[in-house]
């Protein structure tokens, strides 16, 4: 039987993608458990993933196929949710709410990183 192949991901994108999804879950109401895994998923938290995805695409820079190592998903599946994405960016709302999100996550990002004593 074959394994699943997986590119190896690093921590950094981990932390990146949690915190893309935790946004979207604050932000949505979507509790961010059920955006994170494989397999068939909750319809309530497709949406709100598929956010998440784009938001680490246009946020981070991340390639297609690099938020889809990390969410567990296929580059087309990325981008079908991207292109829903900006689809729905005509709805002022959810505009809104992007740049909002991607704002907030530029701004932690360029602020200088924090080294503690271990």
């Given at each position: 039987?074959?394994?699943?192949?997986?590119?190896?991901?690093?921590?950094?994108?981990?932390?990146?993608?949690?915190?893309?999804?935790?946004?979207?879950?604050?932000?949505?109401?979507?509790?961010?458990?059920?955006?994170?895994?494989?397999?068939?998923?909750?319809?309530?938290?497709?949406?709100?993933?598929?956010?998440?995805?784009?938001?680490?695409?246009?946020?981070?820079?991340?390639?297609?196929?690099?938020?889809?190592?990390?969410?567990?998903?296929n580059r087309a599946s990325?981008?079908?949710?991207?292109?829903?994405?900006?689809?729905?960016?005509?709805?002022?709302?959810?505009?809104?709410?992007?740049?909002?999100?991607?704002?907030?996550?530029?701004?932690?990002?360029?602020?200088?990183?924090?080294?503690?004593?271990?």
């Amino acid at each position: 039987m074959l394994e699943d192949y997986r590119v190896p991901v690093t921590e950094e994108d981990q932390v990146k993608a949690g915190l893309a999804i935790h946004l979207i879950a604050a932000r949505t109401g979507a509790h961010p458990s059920q955006m994170t895994g494989r397999g068939r998923m909750n319809p309530r938290a497709a949406r709100p993933r598929w956010l998440a995805m784009y938001l680490s695409h246009v946020a981070y820079g991340w390639t297609l196929e690099r938020v889809g190592h990390v969410f567990g998903v296929n580059r087309a599946s990325v981008g079908a949710a991207c292109r829903w994405v900006e689809d729905e960016r005509e709805r002022r709302s959810i505009d809104d709410l992007m740049n909002d999100l991607e704002g907030c996550i530029q701004g932690l990002y360029q602020s200088p990183r924090l080294e503690l004593p271990q």
